[in-house]
């Protein structure tokens, strides 16, 4: 907005005007800016034509170019406007790393030198040949002011039936109108053609015709015996327009606030386009399909919205509007007229194809749904589902989250191994088949979350809990087997013949199940983790049954 207004080496005032508008509804790095050619032409106190014009021009000397149109794409197509995008020079940014960080977060490439370079100045404005020089002297004036011709035969009498005009100066009236002396008895020739009031007589100048409504409609009594071309005269000519009675009823249908738009538009309640569409329906039909194309644009006036329009001022092209309202209905039945029949029942065919209507417009609404949700996953973090600017890949939230978890992970590892060493006092290769059979079960227990539809983010918090839950498990038994190891060295004490103890003889650890404290298979299914060969449960089993002599 500011470049726009300050910096932006415009033409001319249109030009500055239009790109203050483009700016105005564009994002802080001038993207996506797509109002349309009424807003433009509205903001820039100009013409369509001529912002259709200057937009051309802006884009040729690089101001602005055209950007992404899927910005634009919930807007119907006939409706839709054209993206653009403001050229900001990468020298104007005062902030351009705030700029480049916001415009990777939408999926935009960064701003550089190279694509935002500066903009050539505007070409300079051809200079008048003859500015500075003063003007040629036009002549004398009267003393009223007014320039002096020679009159020529200022002593013959004016013809009959002319006007007499001073020798200088203004026209000099006479009694409110101009002298008109009679030189000749001669009467003028009867004319059967109607006389026009006179511009300048005060009596009857505002006074309508003999015969005529007070809208200035044909008159009554051609209307009554038939005549083909009543008389109406143009507001932005002046002239009369010759229409048929047929047509000029068809025009007394059209509600006033379209009469007003039109003159406003066009300086004219009746342009030639509009003459044309209604002969063109007409086609014949008399004054009853007259009476039917003036009822159709009044109800269309209204149903089809053209009051909101005219009453927000955003009714651009009442001329098109008044053409719209005249065409025929799309269906076919003749005596249908808007999904109504002639008799006042409602018209079968119109109710099926709008239910049709409605059927394609929700399909068609659900596909750009669908594609639009089709778009947010593309650009979205696969993750959290949310678009932070990374088109698809991880966003850093994500990536970190799932590093810490793995970091966590290997650390859980290794206090699980270091736990299992401690108490079983293996050496590295038992430490080693160890890791191995617990990075199984942190793969297993991942596998697992991801056949239930677990992201990654989600595995890698699962890989860290199970981990965690392992190390927490050695360490336990760690406790267990050391509180089994006092009690056991206690009762022996106690025996005064201990005798022979029989127990299974140690096997270093090879990383199978627990072979069980009889040899039969482990009940709970357990890895032997000791240098035994059984696990924990099966080891206080194995030391139960030991027998104790009292005595």
């Not at 007229?337 to 609404?365: F, H, M, V, W, Y």
């Not at 005064?496 to 404290?517: E, L, R």
Request: charge should be positive; hydrophobic fraction near 30%; include cysteine.
């Amino acid at each position: 907005m500011l470049w726009a207004m300050k910096a932006a080496p415009v033409a001319d005032t249109t030009e500055k005007l239009i790109l203050i508008s483009l700016a105005e509804r564009a994002d802080e790095d001038g993207c996506d800016a797509f109002p349309s050619k009424a807003t433009l032409a509205k903001d820039a106190l100009c013409d369509e034509k001529t912002v259709q014009r200057k937009l051309g021009k802006l884009v040729d000397r690089k101001l602005i170019g055209l950007g992404e149109q899927r910005a634009a794409q919930y807007i119907e197509k006939r409706y839709r406007p054209k993206v653009y995008d403001l050229l900001i020079p990468y020298s104007w940014f005062p902030d351009v790393d705030d700029i480049n960080e916001t415009r990777r977060r939408r999926g935009r490439g960064l701003l550089t030198p190279e694509n935002r370079p500066d903009i050539v100045p505007a070409p300079t404005r051809v200079q008048r040949s003859d500015k500075g020089k003063p003007r040629p002297k036009q002549g004398s004036a009267s003393s009223r002011g007014d320039k002096e011709s020679p009159l020529e035969n200022q002593g013959a009498a004016p013809a009959s039936g002319g006007t007499e005009s001073p020798t200088r100066g203004d026209s000099q009236s006479q009694q409110g109108g101009l002298t008109d002396p009679q030189t000749s008895p001669v009467e003028p020739p009867h004319s059967n053609l109607p006389m026009a009031p006179s511009a300048r007589s005060a009596d009857n100048g505002r006074q309508a015709p003999t015969g005529s409504s007070a809208r200035g409609t044909s008159s009554g009594s051609a209307a009554a015996d038939g005549a083909e071309a009543p008389n109406r005269t143009s507001a932005r000519s002046g002239r009369e327009v010759l229409v048929t009675a047929e047509v000029q009823r068809v025009l007394e249908g059209f509600p006033d606030a379209l009469r007003e738009a039109l003159v406003r538009k066009v300086r004219s309640d009746r342009p030639k386009t509009v003459i044309q569409a209604i002969e063109k329906q007409l086609a014949g039909g008399g004054l009853a399909q007259a009476k039917m194309l003036g009822d159709r644009v009044a109800r269309r006036w209204v149903t089809h919205g053209y009051t909101k329009h005219y009453a927000a001022g955003t009714l651009s092209s009442p001329v098109g509007a008044a053409v719209a309202m005249l065409q025929p209905g799309p269906c076919p039945k003749p005596h249908c007229e808007d999904g109504e029949l002639d008799d006042g029942n409602p018209c079968r065919s119109c109710i099926e194809r709008d239910k049709n209507r409605r059927a394609d417009k929700e399909q068609a609404r659900k596909a750009r749904a669908a594609e639009k949700e089709a778009e947010f996953r593309r650009r979205a973090c696969p993750y959290c589902k949310e678009d932070r600017g990374t088109a698809g890949q991880p966003c850093g939230e994500c990536a970190g989250a799932i590093a810490s978890s793995k970091r966590d992970a290997a650390v859980f590892v290794d206090q699980a191994v270091a736990e299992h060493v401690a108490r079983t006092g293996g050496d590295q290769q038992a430490a080693a088949a160890f890791r191995a059979h617990v990075t199984k079960e942190i793969e297993r227990a991942r596998m697992s979350v991801a056949a239930r539809g677990a992201d990654m983010l989600g595995q890698a918090l699962t890989i860290r809990l199970t981990a965690d839950n392992l190390a927490r498990e050695q360490s336990r038994l760690r406790e267990q087997v050391a509180a089994e190891e006092n009690v056991v060295l206690a009762a022996e004490t106690d025996r005064p013949d201990p005798g022979q103890v029989v127990g299974i003889p140690a096997q270093p650890w090879g990383g199978d199940h627990c072979p069980g404290h009889e040899n039969t298979g482990c009940p709970w299914e357990k890895p032997a983790v000791g240098t035994d060969g059984l696990c924990a449960r099966c080891r206080i089993e194995a030391v139960k049954k030991q027998p104790a002599r009292i005595g």
